[in-house]
């Protein structure tokens, strides 16, 4: 590499400052993109049908007569299903087979419970009616997202699945069709961008309103899952990809570059970074990253993604490591150690923990069961992977018995007055014994 990663230190004496550097990721929206995103947005919401068929010709050059030539319906799912090369649908079976098995683990349960007057208090767990998922089209293909993220929805009861998926100038994903047969994807339309956002969103007079919109896309889609954010649910905004290796010095240093690989070949702005308590470690994966990188068909993006984001940073020891990571909060970490058990206990922060010298971050994006949708950009600290629970919504059950209403009535009211709401008080005293 003509260019050198950057090597940070914790002994020096800018190091706070010069991580802030690197982490920092400047995520503000396009004032055009914005403005752009509005308007398409106020489009669909007011003339429905008719603004998404433009847009969709306008934007993915495909012109049809009406809405119901871009839904594809459940034969044509299973005729891509029919379609691919058996080792991909094989392929694709697995892994949603270990989605859904890992899934099903999270699924949450009703619950109530009675204290000593009898009063019942509780908690009833309910799947969403609707929900909505954009599946990136074109160039980008990404059936892993459709099983992640349709799969939890499926097992927590969500009615009905709509997905979308741009289709620009015709060009169908027969893989992608098929992972949302394998999923049990209950409406496919080929429509794209910000409009397809908004026809979820909204609802026209033939794509049916979600309650929540889930799902990876472009700067315009995910403007447009920002602005809706209110009238649905949505998932997250996602930032860049990002993986943080903590490695004692005992891995191949051919295995640990490849892995850095393969989230900085997402994008020019993914990050990658390893952290290690062995200097001669750090300079034998700076050797293998240049040896290997000639070698990959992304080249140029993983080049300008280890020089802009990457790092290597030399820790005083795993415990140190630790404290980096957490500072970091990562959405893939890797514990690359030969305990990784024992150093979970110091991890505080992270989207997906992988434990192990053979647990390569690339199976989880696919295969290994948990979810692929992660926190990024350090949101880490405060969210969680995407999941059954974010299909599910809860209520509170409340139901008291006389002898509950007059004991805890007597302390409503008192509360009540002392804020001043006389309805409030009065309205607990009418249940309260003389």
């Not at 044509?76 to 098995?101: C, F």
């Not at 005083?316 to 959405?331: F, Q």
């Not at 919504?393 to 509360?415: C, Y």
Request: glycine residues 8%.
């Amino acid at each position: 590499m003509t260019d050198k990663i950057t090597r940070l230190n914790t002994t020096q004496g800018d190091f706070e400052s010069a991580l802030a550097k690197l982490l920092a990721w400047d995520d503000s929206v396009d004032h055009q993109v914005n403005e752009s995103v509005r308007h398409i947005l106020h489009e669909v919401k007011t003339r429905g049908d008719a603004a998404v068929l433009e847009f969709t010709e306008k934007f993915d050059r495909l012109k049809v007569g009406s809405m119901a030539e871009l839904e594809m319906g459940q034969d044509r799912l299973q005729a891509a299903l029919a379609a691919i090369p058996q080792d991909q649908r094989e392929a694709l079976e697995k892994a949603a087979e270990r989605v859904r098995d890992y899934h099903e683990r999270q699924n949450q349960q009703s619950w109530q419970y009675q204290d000593e007057d009898g009063t019942v208090l509780g908690q009833k767990v309910t799947p969403l009616d609707r929900a909505g998922l954009y599946v990136p089209g074109g160039k980008a293909a990404y059936p892993s997202s459709v099983l992640m993220n349709a799969i939890p929805a499926k097992v927590a009861g969500v009615g009905e699945l709509i997905m979308v998926v741009p289709t620009p100038d015709g060009v169908v994903n027969d893989m992608v069709l098929a992972a949302a047969a394998i999923a049990g994807v209950d409406r496919v339309f080929a429509l794209g961008g910000a409009q397809a956002v908004g026809a979820l969103a909204y609802g026209t007079e033939t794509v049916p309103a979600v309650d929540k919109i889930v799902g990876p896309g472009n700067i315009f889609v995910a403007t447009a899952k920002r602005e809706v954010f209110g009238v649905v649910g949505i998932d997250m905004i996602a930032g860049p990809s990002e993986i943080l290796v903590i490695c004692d010095g005992k891995t191949d240093p051919d295995w640990i570059a490849m892995d850095l690989f393969s989230q900085a070949e997402h994008d020019e702005q993914a990050q990658s970074i390893l952290v290690s308590p062995d200097a001669d470690f750090l300079d034998a994966v700076e050797a293998s990253i240049n040896k290997l990188l000639p070698t990959m068909e992304r080249e140029d993006i993983i080049r300008t993604s280890m020089t802009g984001r990457g790092a290597l940073i030399h820790v005083a020891d795993l415990k140190e490591a630790a404290e980096v990571s957490n500072r970091i909060a990562p959405e893939h970490l890797e514990l690359s150690v030969e305990d990784p058990q024992t150093m979970l206990e110091d991890i505080r922060h992270a989207g997906a923990i992988f434990m192990g010298r053979y647990t390569a971050e690339a199976l989880g994006d696919y295969c290994a069961g948990p979810n692929h949708v992660l926190p990024t950009s350090g949101t880490a600290r405060f969210s969680s992977p995407l999941g059954v629970y974010d299909f599910q919504k809860r209520s509170s059950l409340i139901g008291f018995t006389p002898e509950g209403a007059d004991r805890m009535g007597r302390v409503a009211s008192v509360l009540a007055r002392g804020e001043g709401l006389t309805a409030h008080a009065r309205s607990a005293e009418y249940r309260i014994k003389d």
